[in-house]
Nanobody, 116 residues
Framework: QVQLVESGGGLVQPGGSLRLSCAAS????????MNWYRQAPGKEREFVAD????????SYANSVKGRFSISRDNAKSTVYLQMNSLKPEDTAVYYC?????????WGQGTQVTVSS
């Protein structure tokens, strides 16, 4: 079955950096777009970034453009989110998502807290 496991979250000061990872299993990882979403307390889950199957194309939410970078390692079935210049408003639970055969699969999420 499809499994997505995020890691790498934590507490970081404003202006700091974190790299999130999402390890995937149960499907042909290299054939599918991968996505990162986030959900802040009291807010709806929102799109952060996505990346094409071969990694040659990506897109970002305006709020993170120029600060976050998505990448993938198909040999390791892992997608990454490098987050730089973090702001308090980036505080949220971060989820990776895969759409496989018209079904959406989500990881359990990893908490990112940006605070001094």
């Amino acid at each position: 079955q499809v499994q997505l496991v995020e890691s790498g979250g934590g507490l970081v000061q404003p202006g700091g950096s974190l790299r999130l990872s999402c390890a995937a299993s149960g499907f042909t990882f290299s054939s599918y777009f991968m996505n990162w979403y986030r959900q802040a307390p009291g807010k709806e889950r929102e799109f952060v970034a996505d990346i094409s199957p071969a990694g040659g194309s990506s897109s970002y939410a305006n709020s993170v453009k120029g600060r976050f970078s998505i990448s993938r390692d198909n040999a390791k079935s892992t997608v990454y989110l490098q987050m730089n210049s973090l702001k308090p408003e980036d505080t949220a639970v971060y989820y990776c998502k895969a759409r496989v055969l018209r079904s959406d699969y989500w990881g359990q999420g990893t908490q990112v807290t940006v605070s001094s």
